[in-house]
Nanobody
Framework: QVQLVESGGGLVQPGGSLRLTCVAS????????MGWYRQAPGKQRELVAT???????NYADSVKGRFTISRDNAKNTVYLQMNSLEPEDTAVYYC??????????WGQGIPVTVSS
């Protein structure tokens, strides 16, 4: 059974920071591209950032320079450091594990609210 569990969300003021953590109970974690997606109220789910096992990253233009994705393969864990948060970042954030040969897995989602 596969499980992706997110933590670290919550309420933060504009300009503040949060660090999201995703722990994946995946076998062969090292073979998956890990990522973070988000879905704001009334909007489609969108890609935030991805990271390969080798450390190559990809970011949405809206978060470049503010967010950093990283992973620890020994701990089956992926992180999303979010700095300079804006109200537009308010969304439910989802951890994602993607593999060319296997199905994609999703976490349950964790809310992030940026408000004063």
């Amino acid at each position: 059974q596969v499980q992706l569990v997110e933590s670290g969300g919550g309420l933060v003021q504009p300009g503040g920071s949060l660090r999201l953590t995703c722990v994946a109970s995946l076998s062969m974690f090292n073979t998956y591209i890990m990522g973070w997606y988000r879905q704001a109220p009334g909007k489609q789910r969108e890609l935030v950032a991805t990271i390969t096992s080798g450390g190559s990253t990809n970011y949405a233009d809206s978060v470049k320079g503010r967010f950093t994705i990283s992973r620890d393969n020994a701990k089956n864990t992926v992180y999303l450091q979010m700095n300079s948060l804006e109200p537009e970042d308010t969304a439910v954030y989802y951890c994602n594990a993607n593999h060319a040969q296997f199905r994609t897995y999703w976490g349950q989602g964790i809310p992030v609210t940026v408000s004063s």
